[in-house]
C-alpha cells in the first residue's frame, strides 16, 4: 500500500490521518466481478472520502497509471462521521470477459475538510493506493528471470515475468559472491505484474559490490519465498 502525504503549512497540527481501508488488496476469480472495501473512520471529526479506480500497467520497468471505465467505484465520494464506517463497492462494468489477469488500483484520498482550514490548522491529505486483480481461475503461473545492468554508476534489477499472474515481492535483498549484501528495505519493493517486467535502481554503486560473479537475489512473496541468481545484462566481464 502507498501512502502519499501532502501537508498545507498553519500553525498546528490536527484531523491527522485516522483513516483506514481494508482489505489491501483485493483478488477476484471470474465470474465474480465485484468486491468490496470497507473505509473506517477512527478519528473524532468526519472525514471527506474520495474513490477512484486507475488501470495499472508496467512499461519500462515502472507502474503506469491511466483513469479507467471498465472498473468503477461507488460511492466515488462519501463523508464518514466519526468512528463510522462505510463500505465501497468495486465492480467490473464491462461486458467483455476478462483475460488472464486485470490489474487496477483503487486510489482512495481523504480530503482536506472546510473546517481545518477555518481553524487554520494543517490539513493532511492521505492517498491509499489498493491493489485490485480480476482473473480467470486457471493462470500461468508467474515465472520471473532476475537480471543486473549497470547504468552510468547506477545498479539496475530487473525482474521480468512470463507467467500470467503478478508476483507480490517484499524485504528484497541482493548478495554477490563476496558475501555483501544490499538490501532494499523490509517491507513492500513492488509487484512484477503479468508478462512485465519491474526495475529497482540503487542510485550509486555500493563500494565492494562487485556483479562479475553469481548474484543472488532473496525476497518474500505472496507465492512464497525467492530464492534465485540474477543474471547479469552487462555482456562479458
Known amino acids: 500500500?502507498?501512502?502519499?502525504?501532502?501537508?498545507?503549512?498553519?500553525?498546528?497540527?490536527?484531523?491527522?490521518?485516522?483513516?483506514?481501508?481494508?482489505?489491501?488488496?483485493l483478488e477476484l476469480s471470474a465470474p465474480a466481478a465485484a468486491g468490496v472495501l470497507t473505509l473506517r473512520n477512527d478519528d473524532d471529526v468526519e472525514a471527506v472520502v474520495q474513490t477512484r479506480v486507475v488501470r495499472w500497467s508496467q512499461?519500462?520497468?515502472?507502474?503506469?497509471l491511466e483513469p479507467a471505465t471498465d472498473v468503477v467505484a461507488s460511492p466515488p465520494l462519501v463523508t464518514l462521521a466519526p468512528h463510522a464506517d462505510?463500505?465501497?463497492?468495486v465492480v467490473r462494468v464491462s461486458k467483455q470477459p476478462v483475460?488472464?489477469?486485470?490489474s487496477y488500483r483503487v486510489i482512495v484520498d481523504q480530503l482536506p475538510t472546510a473546517r481545518g482550514w477555518q481553524n487554520?490548522?494543517?490539513?493532511?491529505?492521505?492517498?491509499?493506493?489498493?491493489?485490485?486483480?480480476?482473473r480467470v481461475r486457471d493462470l500461468r503461473p508467474t515465472r520471473v528471470l532476475w537480471t543486473t545492468r549497470h547504468e552510468a554508476n547506477k545498479l539496475v534489477l530487473t525482474a521480468s515475468n512470463a507467467g500470467?499472474?503478478?508476483l507480490r515481492i517484499a524485504s528484497l535483498r541482493l548478495r554477490n559472491s563476496a558475501g555483501v549484501t544490499i538490501s532494499f528495505g523490509n517491507g513492500l519493493a513492488g509487484y512484477v505484474l503479468g508478462?512485465?517486467?519491474k526495475s529497482w535502481t540503487i542510485p550509486n554503486h555500493p563500494t565492494g559490490f562487485d556483479t562479475k560473479g553469481s548474484v543472488s537475489v532473496m525476497a518474500?512473496?505472496?507465492?512464497g519465498p525467492v530464492s534465485a541468481f540474477a543474471q547479469s545484462s552487462d555482456g562479458p566481464q
Open 99 to 102: 483475460r488472464d489477469e486485470e
Open 195 to 197: 508478462q512485465s517486467f
Open 164 to 166: 500470467n499472474e503478478h
Open 1 to 25: 500500500m502507498w501512502v502519499i502525504v501532502g501537508i498545507c503549512i498553519g500553525p498546528r497540527l490536527s484531523f491527522a490521518a485516522q483513516l483506514h481501508v481494508e482489505p489491501v488488496l
Open 59 to 64: 512499461s519500462n520497468g515502472s507502474d503506469v
Open 220 to 223: 518474500e512473496s505472496d507465492k
Open 86 to 89: 462505510y463500505v465501497v463497492r
Open 120 to 134: 487554520r490548522s494543517v490539513n493532511v491529505l492521505i492517498r491509499q493506493s489498493i491493489p485490485v486483480f480480476f
